[in-house]
């Protein structure tokens, strides 16, 4: 549950179609956007963190996120990708921020803190490679629509090798097809799996820091 002030707020919510959404953006029209999209919000805090006395913080993390997204988002998008896809993104990353907060994870701002052994954020596997991808993103397996388009949106806006491109969209997917391991991947390019893994964590380092900007 979240406190009766949310609550009070998410009562007057109205989602948004996509007309009503359309004319928000193109309008600039922050109250109705923001409005609009409280629930989302309260969706992805629940999902984020099963501790109620917890949610409050992570909607008003999951709010500031919000307001990001109706900041940075490109009207010239319109009809291309729904703003609530693309705010997603945001609000779950000031969730992850805050909830990073609260563990005292160090996230990794150059190669130099991954030579140095602290803990890599943006592995795509879980096991022994540091957090998952999708924990990252605070994204569960039925948002996985939503890594791909994020990764699609970062991708555009980086110089990736040619080899670095192919290892992420084959280890994600992106092509419409199912996730490679690094062991296929390398199978393919003919080298060994953790050949696969070094590149695609080095990918993913400069596809952090732009989707950082997103």
């Not at 917890?54 to 010239?76: P, Q, T």
């Not at 569960?140 to 970062?154: F, I, P, Q, S, Y």
């Not at 969209?169 to 992106?174: D, E, M, S, Y």
Request: aromatic share 6%.
């Amino acid at each position: 549950m979240f406190s009766s002030q949310i609550c009070s707020i998410l009562d007057h919510s109205v989602l948004l179609d996509v007309n009503a959404e359309s004319t928000a953006l193109l309008s600039n029209d922050v109250d109705t956007l923001m409005n609009g999209n409280y629930k989302l919000v309260a969706s992805i805090a629940r999902n984020f963190n099963s501790k109620a006395n917890e949610r409050d913080d992570y909607f008003n993390a999951g709010v500031i996120g919000l307001m990001e997204a109706i900041e940075k988002f490109d009207v010239s998008r319109i009809g291309a990708v729904r703003f609530s896809t693309y705010a997603q993104w945001h609000i779950r990353k000031q969730m992850t921020m805050a909830l990073d907060c609260d563990r005292g994870v160090h996230i990794p701002q150059s190669g130099k803190d991954t030579e140095e052994g602290n803990v890599s954020l943006l592995s795509m596997d879980g096991n022994d490679e540091g957090l998952s991808w999708h924990e990252v993103l605070g994204i569960t397996e039925k948002d996985e629509d939503l890594e791909v388009e994020v990764l699609r949106l970062a991708m555009k806006k980086v110089a990736l090798s040619e080899r670095e491109q192919l290892i992420i969209r084959k280890g994600f997917g992106i092509d419409d097809a199912e996730p490679l391991t690094n062991v296929e991947i390398g199978s393919q390019l003919d080298c060994s799996g953790e050949r696969v893994r070094q590149i695609r964590e080095r990918a993913l380092m400069k596809l952090g820091r732009v989707i950082n900007s997103l």
